[in-house]
C-alpha cells in the first residue's frame, strides 16, 4: 500500500486519477503525483527511515508504488567528504553525492526503478524510453530483472561504452537518425500508436519521483538537514527540480529544518537553454541545437527546464554553464583529488563548482553538495589522452633503470 491520492497539473491544477499519464488533458502541462501527506506525517518518522532497508526503499512512503517495487538494490551511495577537492577549490565542508555507485551506473536507476513498479502495476508487458543513453541502461536491466519486453530509442552517435552497457541487457536497441530531442518527438507520437510505458514519456509523472530520493538521502546522510548549496548538472531539468522537491517534503513533514538551500544549474555550455534564460533573465527556455562532449545531458529543449530555472531564482542560487575542455579538465581533477571516475555530466559540476566557489558565490564554509550522477567508465574516450605507462622487463635491474630510485 502507498500514499499517494492522485495526479495534478502543476499549472491549473486539474486533478486525474493515478494512472498512465504525463499532460494535463485541459492545458498540456507536465502532471505530478499527489500525496496524502497527513497520513504520511502521522506515520513516517526519522527513526522509521533509518531502520528501512539500506536503499532507496527506506523512503518508499513518499513514493507512488502500492506493490513489491522491481530493485536492483538502487540508492542508499555514499555522500563523501571532499577535502582534497574542497582544500584546492578553497571550500571546507564540500561532499560529494556519489551516485556512479548504482546497478547501472547512473542516477537514472532510481527514476527507473519508481517507473518500472508502476508500468507493472499498470498491466503493460512493453517498455519503452527516450534517452540519451544511461537511461536505456537501466530501462534495459530493470525490464530483464522483471521479464518486461523493452524497446529503447537513442539519438546517433553515442559512445562505444555506452552503447554496449545499453546491449548487454539485450532490449531493442533503436537509433534514431538525429539528436535526442528528434528522439523524445518520434516516442511522444509512439505512445499514441502503441500501448507501451514510455518510461519518460506516459509514466513520466513516476519516473520524476525516484529522484526525490537523491534529495531523502542526502538530508539525511548530513544528520537530519539540507545543504546550504547544492549543484547538480541538468537536461531535462527534472532532477534538478526532484532535488529540492525531496528537501522540502522532509521540511513539510518536519524530518527535517526549513531549506534555505541555494540551488545551481550546471549545463554544458554547448547545451545550456536553462543556464541561458538564466542569463537572460526570463521565463521562456528557448531551445538549442547541443554540441557538448556531456552527452548525457545533452537536451536542447528541457520538458522541465521552466520548474528548474523557477527553483534556482526562488532558492537565491544560480545557473552556470562550462565549456567542453574545462569538463575535461574537472573529470581528471576529481579524480585525481577524490579517486572518483565520473562521466562528463560530473565534470559540468566540478568545473561549474570551482568557478562558483573562486567567484565567491559559494562560500569557504557553506555546507556544499556537489551530485555526481554517472560514472566515467563508459565513456572513457573523453579522457583517453591520459594513459602514460612505464615499460620495464621483468627484472629488478630493468625497473631500477627506469624508475627506480638513484643510490
Ligand atoms: C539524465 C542525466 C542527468 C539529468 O537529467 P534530467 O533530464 O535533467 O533529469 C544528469 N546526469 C546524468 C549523468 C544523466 O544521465
Ligand atoms: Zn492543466
Not at 77 to 101: E, F, M
Not at 113 to 128: L, P, Q
Not at 276 to 285: C, E, L, R
Request: glycine share 8%; with cysteine; hydrophobic share 40%.
Amino acid at each position: 500500500m502507498g500514499y499517494a491520492t492522485l495526479l495534478r497539473c502543476r499549472k491549473c491544477g486539474q486533478e486525474f486519477p493515478l494512472k498512465p499519464l504525463n499532460l494535463c488533458e485541459v492545458c498540456l502541462s507536465p502532471l505530478e503525483v499527489i500525496y496524502d501527506y497527513k497520513t504520511i506525517s502521522a506515520t513516517l518518522s526519522r527513526e522509521k527511515i533509518a531502520g528501512g532497508p539500506v536503499s532507496m526503499w527506506r523512503y518508499r512512503d513518499l513514493l507512488p508504488v502500492e506493490t513489491e517495487p522491481v530493485d536492483l538494490g538502487t540508492g542508499y551511495t555514499p555522500l563523501v567528504k571532499a577535502p582534497n577537492l574542497g582544500r584546492q577549490l578553497g571550500l571546507d565542508n564540500l561532499y560529494i553525492k556519489n551516485d556512479c555507485l548504482t546497478p547501472t551506473y547512473s542516477f537514472k536507476d532510481r527514476a527507473v526503478a519508481v517507473a518500472v513498479t508502476k508500468a507493472k502495476e499498470f498491466g503493460f508487458d512493453t517498455i519503452a524510453c527516450a534517452s540519451t543513453g544511461n537511461l536505456a541502461a537501466s530501462v534495459a536491466a530493470h525490464a530483464a530483472k522483471t521479464n518486461l519486453k523493452a524497446y529503447v530509442f537513442i539519438p546517433s552517435g553515442l559512445e562505444t561504452g555506452k552503447l554496449v552497457g545499453i546491449a548487454i541487457y539485450d532490449p531493442v536497441m533503436v537509433t534514431v537518425d538525429g539528436s535526442y530531442d528528434d528522439v523524445n518527438r518520434l516516442c511522444g507520437k509512439l505512445v499514441q500508436e502503441y500501448k507501451w510505458g514510455f518510461i519518460n514519456v506516459n509514466l513520466r509523472p513516476y519516473y520524476a519521483e525516484g529522484s526525490k530520493t537523491l534529495g531523502f538521502e542526502v538530508a539525511e546522510q548530513l544528520g537530519w538537514r539540507a545543504p546550504d548549496c547544492v549543484l547538480a548538472p541538468s537536461a531535462s531539468g527534472l532532477l534538478f527540480t526532484r532535488i529540492y522537491k525531496g528537501f522540502e517534503e522532509m521540511a513539510m513533514l518536519g524530518l527535517i529544518p526549513p531549506v534555505k538551500t541555494r540551488m545551481f544549474v550546471t549545463q554544458a555550455a554547448g547545451s545550456s537553454p536553462i543556464v541561458n534564460a538564466f542569463n537572460a533573465g526570463t521565463v521562456h527556455v528557448h531551445p538549442v541545437i547541443p554540441h557538448t562532449i556531456a552527452k548525457s545531458i545533452a537536451i536542447g529543449n528541457p520538458a522541465d527546464g521552466f520548474y528548474a530555472l523557477r527553483i534556482a531564482r526562488q532558492s537565491n542560487g544560480g545557473a552556470y554553464a562550462v565549456p567542453d575542455d574545462e569538463i575535461i579538465a574537472a573529470i581528471k581533477l576529481l579524480a585525481h583529488t577524490e579517486g572518483i571516475f565520473a562521466e562528463a555530466a560530473s565534470g559540468v559540476v566540478i568545473a561549474s563548482l570551482k568557478k562558483l566557489a573562486a567567484s565567491g558565490q559559494i562560500k569557504r564554509h557553506e555546507v556544499t553538495v556537489a551530485y555526481i550522477t554517472a560514472a566515467g567508465p563508459r565513456t572513457q574516450e573523453v579522457v583517453a589522452d591520459i594513459v602514460k605507462t612505464h615499460t620495464v622487463k621483468p627484472t629488478l635491474e630493468s625497473f631500477n633503470q627506469v624508475l627506480g630510485l638513484k643510490k
